[in-house]
Nanobody
Framework: QVQLVESGGGSVQAGGSLRLSCTAS????????MAWFRQAPGKEREGVAA???????AYADSVKGRFTISQDNAKNTLYLQMNNLKPEDTAMYYC??????????????????????WGQGTQVTVSS
């Protein structure tokens, strides 16, 4: 399984920006579906954004227009650019990797069951 290490979390005020990074132990482009999930205290883990092995992207409705997922294949690194952050974005953010979903991507990307590698998480705290 690919090993994942997240970084870039921190504390910001509402309206601010953060960029999360997830470095993989191997080349992921064309092989894996990569995603960001988050879990707030007392809530279930939810999908935030994903990028499939062919480069197709998807976002949760709550972050559309504010977050952007991207990857630097040369660095084996996945990013999540988060702009206009809100207090409700406060959570532990996790990077995940799984086999490319292809045809089922648009309906499956946010389900944890499709991912078999997870990072340790990075905390994002947004104050009002």
């Amino acid at each position: 399984q690919v090993q994942l290490v997240e970084s870039g979390g921190g504390s910001v005020q509402a309206g601010g920006s953060l960029r999360l990074s997830c470095t993989a132990s191997e080349y992921t482009h064309g092989k894996y579906c990569m995603a960001w999930f988050r879990q707030a205290p007392g809530k279930e883990r939810e999908g935030v954004a994903a990028i499939d092995s062919d480069g197709t992207t998807a976002y949760a409705d709550s972050v559309k227009g504010r977050f952007t997922i991207s990857q630097d294949n040369a660095k084996n690194t996945l990013y999540l650019q988060m702009n206009n952050l809100k207090p409700e974005d406060t959570a532990m953010y996790y990077c995940a990797a799984g086999p490319g979903l292809w045809i089922g991507f648009s309906t499956r990307w946010s389900a944890q069951m499709w991912y078999n590698s997870w990072g340790q998480g990075t905390q994002v705290t947004v104050s009002s």
